[in-house]
């Protein structure tokens, strides 16, 4: 019996497979090149964990310590802020604008309970940094196992 | 713009090429009477991470990121930007007096000043009338 190879040689839709082939192909070379961030749900933010505390990294270029809000309710950690235009912003003549402006709120559930009165927020060039220590019921307890006693044996 | 941001703009012939891993940064340009301003994103960049380069009309900039990421004990739960290098580069018009290119970094935000040349500024040009 002849076999053929489905895809390779009845393939109606070749020609067309081919043309997006091609076009899939030149998108990537004007739009995937180049990675640009932004774009996606702003402010973008890292979250970290370990056995002892959670830690989220959040980029937020050109927001000003006093224009940042980070609160909690139980797991979930809210970042609210203010990205401020440039003063004047209506008589400024833009050539390109990119950055935006404005308030953005981003919500994060945490992966574990957290100890709300010990949490820690730093903002260094544009990275906020929050430091969440895991409430003592959520860290990892270890539990010692007790050898047995030597087991009688019988006859 | 204080002394301490200020960012050194370097006039050279070579650079060493950046890898096309690296991350375009968001600009704003906007243009005053005396200057032409740009404003990129640089989260994570310091004053010294920051190159600025102006070579035969071009001007590039370079910066790399210098926050600290939580080492191998820390388990990556979600990851939505990474450390790594911004480049961009822009053409310069003709009337910009390059000697004269100022820079600063603040807050993650690099903030260039291109002043135009004395020539290039807008002048009112009286019309006489011929009486």
Redesign the interface.
Known sequence: MAMFRWGVNFDPFAGLRHVQRELSRLHETWFGESRRIGGGPYPPVNVYESPEEVLVQCEVAGVDAGDLDVSITGETLTIKGTKRPPPDEEKLNFVRRERGSGAFTRTIVLPDAVEADRIEANLDNGIMTIRLPKAAAAKPKHIEIKPSGPEEVRP | MTKDDAVKVEASRSGQELG?????????????EKE?VL?A??????REDVLLRVDKGVLTVEAS???E??GE??????????PGQYFRAFALSDEIDREKIGAS?A???LTVRLPKAAAARSRRIEIKTAD
């Open positions: 096309e891993n690296a991350f375009n940064p968001l600009v704003d340009v906007y243009e005053t032409v404003v994103e640089v989260p994570g960049a310091r990121t210098s926050y990421t939580p004990n820390y388990a990556r739960t979600y990851l939505g930007f990474e970094v807050n993650g935000v």
